[in-house]
Nanobody
């Protein structure tokens, strides 16, 4: 019932910032958890940040203090603000709804490249 489209990736120098957006085709008002994951080439996809419908957020230790996840239910959009970017943040970033109306939804991803 939900389609996710990420945007905002690109090339940035270390120390710079990017804001990723995830737009859902359907309403996310009734969906509790939305996640951002990332996957570097040759590595497993890992959870970066998660947010509940009430705005409670959790982060991987590797990004805590640098990344901020937020959501605007009225716009059916979830954001990932990434500050103080490091080369090790280079990855494809995916928006994920693990339980959207009983299904696990993924976007197609947006590439973030951080140069040193």
């Amino acid at each position: 019932q939900v389609q996710l489209v990420e945007s905002g990736g690109g090339l940035v120098q270390a120390g710079g910032s990017l804001r990723l957006s995830c737009v859902a085709s359907g309403s996310i008002f009734s969906i509790n958890v939305v996640n951002w994951h990332r996957q570097a080439p040759g590595k497993q996809r890992v959870l970066v940040a998660t947010i509940t419908s009430g705005g409670f957020a959790n982060y991987a230790d590797s990004v805590k203090g640098r990344f901020t996840i937020s959501r605007d239910n009225a716009k059916n959009t979830v954001y990932l603000q990434m500050n103080s970017l490091k080369p090790e943040d280079t990855a494809v970033y995916y928006c994920n709804i693990p339980n959207g109306y009983g299904m696990n939804y993924w976007g197609k991803g947006t590439l973030v490249t951080v140069s040193s």
